[in-house]
């Protein structure tokens, strides 16, 4: 329905086991998507409690098991509304096979409604209502639901879908809001949450080997990129970067897996400025604070190259209007394509920005060359 009405020209899933993936380390593709709708039925989080006891010990370990599940999607949730692009949740009934079966009707409906309460809180985040007609046997199958996990008739997928068209198509035109909105609705227990992660960023120079990811992410990130994806960048162009000792290789790792080269960013010194060219970022890595450890860093080696100033050029593009919104929210406009950080006020205004700004410490960055270079600044979230 979405490609049919012309609002997004290709339509990807991704099934139950792999929400959680998404949402925390989505692959590079999704630097292109549009939006993400989410649909979720509380129920399915039971079905893995086999054969739930027919008393209160049974619903006991339901509850706590949804507890947990609904205080860890939220977070999840959030991170993947923190990259930006518009997210959509729709909550669907649980009404199927699994709480008939173990008499969860009234306790799925509760912490169904709980959480799209705690969903109506998270910014960047359309909360949907389930369409009242979609009910009864036309839209319900109760075997598929139990042989394969599929709960509804195709009759009652063509109409979810039709629904879901016409409200992504109405609300997709929406402006971005920005991360500094999001982080500032922000929970303590995301907070933890992301401390949790044990997010690791290492940032080193650029060197021959590294020439295939300095390539990938030059070319493809598009949103959270000073200069917008450069998809025409010639291979020599590639080279002198990696060649002028100033390019430097952004990786990132957490609990869930490394997540290797994931931002480049290339600067030089002039007089007391540190002057950032490029800075870009994979979307796979937003929302974990990554940006943050990145201009955290560029303060540590600014304040070592006594430079009073961090200086962002920016060059609007098609898409990285993220990327604008990031340094409206830390750093003072002089000119359409100049950003300042005063060296002296980043570590304030990261904290007051960010979603934990005490959940990482940084390594030194040591300096080495003409212009200087981080030979190895490790920031990592406190375990």
Request: net charge neutral; aromatic share 6%.
């Amino acid at each position: 329905m979405l490609k049919s009405s012309r609002t997004a020209d290709d339509v990807g899933f991704t099934p139950a086991h792999g929400m959680r993936e998404y949402m925390l380390a989505p692959a590079s593709d999704t630097e292109h998507i549009l939006g993400t709708v989410v649909l979720l039925r509380v129920e399915d989080w039971l079905r893995n409690i086999a054969n739930p006891p027919p008393d209160s010990s049974g619903e006991a370990s339901a509850r706590q098991e949804l507890q947990t599940r609904v205080r860890d999607f939220v977070n999840e949730l959030t991170i993947l509304a923190y990259r930006g692009k518009p997210v959509w949740f729709l909550a669907c009934p649980s009404t199927g096979w699994i709480c008939e079966r173990g008499n969860l009707v009234s306790l799925s409906r509760t912490y169904t409604n709980l959480l799209v309460a705690r969903v109506r809180n998270v910014a960047q985040v359309t909360t949907l209502n389930w369409p009242a007609a979609l009910s009864g046997d036309s839209v319900d199958d109760r075997q598929a639901d139990q042989l394969k996990n599929i709960p509804y008739t195709q009759y009652g997928f063509d109409q979810l879908a039709e629904f879901l068209a016409a409200q992504v198509g109405r609300t997709l035109a929406r402006s971005a809001q920005s991360a500094s909105q999001i982080a500032a609705g922000a929970s303590p227990e995301l907070a933890r949450y992301l401390a949790g992660l044990c997010v690791q960023v290492e940032i080193a120079p650029a060197g021959e080997s590294d020439r295939g990811a300095v390539d990938r992410i030059m070319r493809t990130a598009a949103s959270f990129s000073l200069t917008g994806e450069k998809p025409d960048m010639s291979d020599r162009q590639v080279d002198t970067l990696i060649a002028s000792g100033r390019c430097l290789l952004v990786s990132v790792c957490d609990r869930l897996g490394d997540h290797g080269p994931s931002g480049v960013l290339v600067y030089g010194c002039s007089a007391d400025d540190l002057i950032i060219e490029e800075l870009s970022l994979s979307c796979t890595v937003l929302g974990k604070q990554v940006e943050y450890a990145v201009v955290s860093a560029l303060a540590q080696l600014a304040s070592e190259r006594s430079c009073s100033k961090l200086v962002f050029e920016y060059k609007k593009s098609a898409r990285n209007q993220p990327m604008l919104i990031f340094l409206q929210s830390l750093a003072n406009r002089e000119t359409e394509t100049r950003y300042v950080l005063p060296q002296n006020l980043a570590v304030e205004r990261i904290s007051a920005k960010a979603i934990n700004p005490g959940a990482w410490s940084r390594g030194s960055a040591k300096a080495q060359g003409g212009a200087g270079t981080i030979v190895n600044s490790r920031i990592e979230n406190e375990r």
